[in-house]
């Protein structure tokens, strides 16, 4: 669901935290040009037969299977029942759970825009069918347009917004600029697509248009001299980036089901707080040059209007307008039903009954494609169910339960995800370890990791154990050189976002493009099959060398003796979002306590380092009622950051250590509870915080106490 564009990346490089302190001191130090590569370590025998299992040529094969057929949320019962005939086929048990959820299709949309002259300027709204890639013309192939959006019309002035952030409409006003009554045109990037839409609506805008922007494709574009899709690696000037809508920081799901399951009978609440009342539409850059041209020279240029993300690549100025009389006219209809969606599911039972793994992966996509989002993660998946045979079929069986989960419904919402931990809420919180999700698994050679602390050491101890694209480097070297040490902070925007919710530790791998990659044309039709064997990853070694790292990591986490968490890098990580909660309060200028925060921290960070150390004692006298023990605690303390009663108008998010920003959708924010008061100025509420996530994490380090 969500992609990392370059501005995205060279955000990365200064902005995400080290794996820990160990990892900083020994790789730091040293200059990336000078580093030596760094040695493969060496494999357990079921490490190798899982790695030899694994080829490039059948994931290309799942990989055509799943980017050539209809996949939106609920259509595609055939490609459900197929996926867990894969698993079954190579020894997992599996099944399909469905849900009953709320969802609406595209029927028809339309825009124009009209000049003072009289004369009109109609978007082509369609992206382009090349001869070159056959899915681009299927003839089931999906319209462009925004999930859940709002059947409506609208005809008015309209104005740029930038990015749509609340801060970007603080500064139109501040500008005097005109809103309410207007349509707002808007540029991707920044926060999640439905808070764009959510702000216009807040700011009595009657309509809003969203358009791609060179700007996220940094130097490889046309306009640099690159050749376009499918001739180059530049995006096709068509390109448009469907996607949802929902207020997906107020809650996930199905809309109509907030806390309890889809079911065919279940209660359902009213939607309206989570979907736009104002109807949305996506569009192209080519389509998007002459709307914004229209506001050149009227109100304030984009650079005086001095807000990040607000100024694109494209030949405009970015001027907020209105132009007086020139309108814009748009309609939006949709259809909405209730309907089946299906999540695959395959289990190896373990032989310890109360400890799970879960895996993860969406299966739904936007287009008839989705090489990268989610058939990379798909093809990996079934490639990773076959590596799992190959080791049952030696008589081998996990510690510790693994469950292999192909989800539904995901692009509309993390539907099928968060139905399912609905459903499973007491078997899950009581059982599971960690989650494990993939969804782009591939739409470039550069690996990506985000996770909850503990994960941090074993992910990167596994990056060692594999070579990456078949080239003489460790999967660790090319990481390291890509984003210096960093793991990303869980937010949102993909199927782990229900399972850290509810207190369960998780880990999000992928693999996407750098600053000289080809362009992947995210939630568009070019992200095919055709583009991913010519451009993406054209002898599918990315997915490969993807593959094996996830069986890897799942298998270290099914079947160690011990389970692989580093607790003491949690208390370095706490520490370190307290240092930026102090920043945050700074600057603020408001006075907080933060007294009892930093000594539950400290009691966390003491509680670490003691079950670490029971930990190392209970592995070297192999005292297997101390394992367990340990491993329970370590199954377990995650639990205690979980609140009752969750954020102030968000009941569903109720981590209180990280959440999607409010206004975010995307990029977490770590305390959320209290750097959110603060940032709407309520101190008092903020106070109220401090002493929940203080108790929080004395609860967590109780769980851990020794
Ligand atoms: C990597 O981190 C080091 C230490 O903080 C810093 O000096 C260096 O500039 C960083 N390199 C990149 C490429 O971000
Ligand atoms: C489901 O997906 C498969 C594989 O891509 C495809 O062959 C089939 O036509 C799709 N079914 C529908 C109803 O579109
Ligand atoms: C709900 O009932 C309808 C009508 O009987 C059926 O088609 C659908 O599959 C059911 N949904 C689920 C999730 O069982
Ligand atoms: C009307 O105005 C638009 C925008 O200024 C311009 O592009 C177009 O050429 C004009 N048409 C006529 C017929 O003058
Ligand atoms: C992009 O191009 C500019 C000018 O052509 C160059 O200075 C810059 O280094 C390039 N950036 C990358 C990441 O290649
Ligand atoms: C940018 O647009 C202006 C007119 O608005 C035009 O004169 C100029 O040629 C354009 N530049 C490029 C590089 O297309
Ligand atoms: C699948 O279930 C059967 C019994 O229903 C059981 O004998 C078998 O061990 C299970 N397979 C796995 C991989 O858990
Ligand atoms: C697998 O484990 C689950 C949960 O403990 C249990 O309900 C189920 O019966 C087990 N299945 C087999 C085949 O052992
Ligand atoms: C790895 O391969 C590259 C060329 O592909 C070569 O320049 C480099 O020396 C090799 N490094 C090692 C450690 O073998
Ligand atoms: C698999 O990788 C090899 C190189 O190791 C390559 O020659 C082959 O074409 C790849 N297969 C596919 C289907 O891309
Ligand atoms: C708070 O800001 C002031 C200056 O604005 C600075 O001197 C001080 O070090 C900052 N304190 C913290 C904890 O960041
Ligand atoms: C602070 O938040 C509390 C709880 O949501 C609310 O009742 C109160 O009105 C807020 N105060 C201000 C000044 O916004």
């Given at each position: 669901m969500w992609h990392c564009g370059s501005q995205c990346l060279a955000f990365i490089a200064f902005s995400l935290t080290f794996a820990n302190a160990r990892l900083h001191a020994q790789f730091v130090?040293?200059?990336?040009?000078?580093?030596?590569?760094?040695?493969?370590?060496?494999?357990?025998?079921?490490?190798?037969?899982?790695?030899?299992?694994?080829?490039?040529?059948?994931?290309?094969?799942?990989?055509?299977?799943?980017?050539?057929?209809?996949?939106?949320?609920?259509?595609?019962?055939?490609?459900?029942?197929?996926?867990?005939?894969?698993?079954?086929?190579?020894?997992w048990n599996s099944s399909l759970v469905s849900y009953q959820v709320y969802l609406n299709y595209p029927v028809d949309k339309s825009l124009s825009v009209t000049y003072p002259n009289g004369s009109i300027y109609q978007p082509s709204l369609e992206e382009?069918?090349?001869?070159?890639?056959?899915?681009?013309?299927?003839?089931?192939?999906?319209?462009?347009?925004?999930?859940?959006?709002?059947?409506?019309?609208?005809?008015?002035?309209?104005?740029?917004?930038?990015?749509?952030?609340?801060?970007?409409?603080?500064?139109?006003?501040?500008?005097?600029?005109?809103?309410?009554?207007?349509?707002?045109?808007?540029?991707?990037?920044?926060p999640f697509r439905g808070l764009k839409v959510?702000?216009?609506?807040?700011?009595?805008?009657?309509?809003?248009?969203?358009?791609?922007?060179?700007?996220?494709?940094?130097?490889?574009?046309?306009?640099?001299?690159?050749?376009?899709?499918?001739?180059?690696?530049?995006?096709n000037p068509s390109a448009v980036q469907r996607g949802s809508v929902l207020f997906l920081s107020t809650y996930p799901g199905d809309p109509t089901t907030p806390g309890w399951a889809s079911k065919n009978g279940s209660l359902r609440a009213d939607p309206s707080t989570v979907l736009p009342r104002i109807p949305s539409i996506p569009i192209s850059y080519a389509d998007a040059i002459p709307i914004l041209a229209a506001l050149d020279g009227y109100g304030t240029p984009g650079p005086e209007v001095d807000r990040t993300g607000w100024?694109?690549?494209?030949?405009?100025?970015?001027?907020?307008?209105?132009?007086?009389g020139t309108t814009m006219s748009m309609t939006n209809l949709m259809e909405t039903t209730y309907a089946p969606i299906w999540n695959s599911i395959g289990i190896i039972n373990g032989t310890i009954a109360d400890e799970t793994i879960v895996i993860g992966n969406h299966r739904d996509a936007w287009i008839i494609g989705g090489a990268a989002d989610p058939n990379s993660g798909s093809a990996i998946m079934v490639e990773l169910s076959k590596a799992f045979g190959s080791l049952l079929?030696?008589?081998?069986?996990?510690?510790?339960?693994?469950?292999?989960?192909?989800?539904?419904?995901?692009?509309?919402?993390?539907?099928?995800?968060?139905?399912?931990?609905?459903?499973?809420?007491p078997w899950l919180t009581q059982t599971v370890v960690s989650y494990v999700n993939i969804d782009v698994g591939a739409s470039g050679p550069w690996p990506f990791i985000e996770a909850t602390p503990e994960l941090h050491t074993l992910a990167m101890d596994i990056m060692q154990k594999i070579v990456w694209m078949d080239t003489n480097r460790t999967m660790k070297d090319v990481w390291l050189e890509y984003t210096n040490g960093s793991f990303g902070v869980l937010g949102s925007g993909s199927d782990y976002t229900a399972f850290v919710q509810r207190g369960i530790g998780s880990i999000d791998i992928s693999a996407g493009g750098g600053p000289t990659d080809p362009v992947y044309q995210y939630h568009s039709n070019f992200?095919?099959?055709?583009?991913?064997?010519?451009?993406?990853?054209?002898?599918?070694?990315?997915?490969?060398?993807?593959?094996?790292?996830?069986?890897?990591?799942?298998?270290?986490?099914?079947?160690?003796?011990?389970?692989?968490?580093?607790?003491?890098?949690?208390?370095?990580?706490?520490?370190?979002?307290?240092?930026?909660?102090?920043?945050?309060?700074?600057?603020?200028?408001?006075?907080?306590?933060?007294?009892?925060?930093?000594?539950?921290?400290?009691?966390?960070?003491i509680s670490a380092t003691e079950v670490q150390a029971l930990e190392e004692h209970a592995v070297e006298t192999s005292d297997h009622e101390l394992l367990t023990i340990v491993n329970h605690k370590y199954r377990d303390f995650q639990r205690g950051f979980v609140s009752q009663g969750g954020l102030p108008n968000r009941e569903f998010y109720r981590h209180l250590i990280f959440a999607p920003g409010i206004d975010t959708g995307y990029a977490a924010t770590t305390y959320p509870?209290?750097?959110?008061?603060?940032?709407?100025?309520?101190?008092?509420?903020?106070?109220?915080?401090?002493?929940?996530?203080?108790?929080?994490?004395?609860?967590?380090?109780?769980?851990?106490?020794?």
């Open positions: 130090q040293q200059s990336l040009i000078d580093r030596p590569n760094i040695p493969l370590s060496a494999l357990t025998s079921e490490e190798s037969i899982l790695i030899e299992a694994i080829s490039n040529t059948s994931i290309s094969e799942w990989s055509y299977y799943y980017t050539h057929g209809l996949h939106l949320a609920g259509k595609n019962l055939t490609m459900a029942q197929w996926t867990a005939d894969r698993w079954g086929e190579n020894g382009a069918v090349l001869e070159q890639d056959e899915t681009t013309g299927y003839p089931n192939r999906i319209p462009t347009f925004h999930g859940y959006s709002a059947s409506g019309a609208a005809n008015a002035e309209f104005v740029y917004v930038g990015q749509g952030q609340q801060s970007d409409f603080a500064r139109l006003i501040e500008l005097g600029v005109p809103l309410e009554g207007k349509i707002a045109v808007s540029k991707y990037g920044g959510k702000n216009a609506q807040e700011n009595g805008m009657m309509g809003v248009i969203i358009f791609t922007d060179t700007i996220d494709d940094g130097n490889i574009t046309e306009a640099n001299g690159y050749a376009a899709y499918p001739d180059g690696p530049a995006r100024v694109g690549a494209l030949n405009v100025s970015y001027s907020t307008g209105p132009a007086p079929s030696t008589g081998w069986r996990p510690k510790r339960n693994i469950v292999l989960a192909s989800w539904d419904g995901e692009e509309m919402g993390l539907l099928g995800s968060v139905e399912f931990v609905e459903e499973y809420a992200d095919s099959y055709h583009w991913m064997s010519t451009f993406g990853d054209p002898d599918f070694l990315t997915h490969k060398s993807m593959a094996q790292y996830l069986s890897l990591l799942v298998y270290n986490l099914a079947d160690q003796d011990a389970i692989q968490f580093d607790v003491p890098n949690y208390a370095t990580q706490l520490e370190k979002y307290y240092e930026d909660l102090l920043s945050t309060i700074n600057s603020t200028s408001q006075t907080l306590d933060t007294s009892s925060l930093r000594s539950a921290i400290d009691e966390f960070s509870g209290i750097t959110e008061a603060l940032q709407a100025g309520n101190s008092s509420l903020a106070a109220e915080f401090v002493r929940k996530t203080a108790d929080a994490i004395l609860t967590a380090a109780s769980i851990i106490k020794v």
